[in-house]
T-cell receptor, first 114, second 117 residues
Framework: DVKVTQSSRYLVKRTGEKVFLECVQD?????MFWYRQDPGLGLRLIYF???????EKGDIPEGYSVSREKKERFSLILESASTNQTSMYLC?????????????FGDGTRLSIL | AQKVTQAQTEISVVEKEDVTLDCVYE???????LFWYKQPPSGELVFLIR??????QNEISGRYSWNFQKSTSSFNFTITASQVVDSAVYFC??????????????FGRGTQLTVWP
């Protein structure tokens, strides 16, 4: 069974801090994704990566960056956290070789910026 | 552009009622995939079903059934004899079928289903 692990379930940080959200998958998947979920807005794609050191912007990349130094790990970075980045963050992965497979999601990180 | 619309923001039903969650999508691709995910109060997204654009057969899995109609660009989800454990947010999603963005999902805004005992 595919396992996508997010480093924290709940996280509280202060405005201006640099925040790292980590995601690790154990299925050798090529493609990894970071989403943000807000009530009434569904899931919105922040960044994704289809290979090590490769990244592409999603729909709402402003205020975020990502890092993919190893295939299994995809990190989301809030360079200078702001209160409007308080949200639920979800990581997902999928094989880049097999079509029509569902994305596998982590349990999510509820991030609060004070 | 890809777009998924779930017009129902919230639905409340009483246990044992049938309920249908609507999903309408837009895409210019001829090859695409449709998905439904369930998000219970605990927060994790649980995959329920996928459909590819070439397969318009309806599917039934226990109390769940899905109706895919390309003519109306809809992929509706019906729960028969609903139960309290069905209470969750349900997301419909669309995926492209090719290219480096393989697997990218476009989500609807979700429908919050509450089933009352």
């Amino acid at each position: 069974d595919v396992k996508v692990t997010q480093s924290s379930r709940y996280l509280v940080k202060r405005t201006g801090e640099k925040v790292f959200l980590e995601c690790v998958q154990d299925m050798d998947h090529e493609n990894m994704f970071w989403y943000r979920q807000d009530p009434g807005l569904g899931l919105r794609l922040i960044y994704f990566s289809y290979d090590v050191k490769m990244k592409e912007k999603g729909d709402i990349p402003e205020g975020y960056s990502v890092s993919r130094e190893k295939k299994e790990r995809f990190s989301l970075i809030l360079e200078s956290a702001s209160t409007n980045q308080t949200s639920m963050y979800l990581c997902a992965s999928i094989s880049g070789k097999i079509r029509n497979q569902p994305q596998h999601f982590g349990d999510g990180t509820r991030l609060s910026i004070l | 552009a890809q777009k998924v619309t779930q017009a129902q923001t919230e639905i409340s039903v009483v246990e044992k009622e049938d309920v249908t969650l609507d999903c309408v999508y837009e895409t210019r691709d001829t090859t695409y995939y449709l998905f439904w995910y369930k998000q219970p109060p605990s927060g994790e997204l649980v995959f329920l079903i996928r459909r590819n654009s070439f397969d318009e057969q309806n599917e039934i899995s226990g109390r769940y059934s899905w109706n895919f109609q390309k003519s109306t660009s809809s992929f509706n989800f019906t729960i028969t004899a609903s139960q309290v454990v069905d209470s969750a947010v349900y997301f419909c999603a669309l995926s492209e079928g090719r290219g480096s963005t393989l697997g990218r999902l476009y989500f609807g805004r979700g429908t919050q289903l509450t089933v009352w005992p």
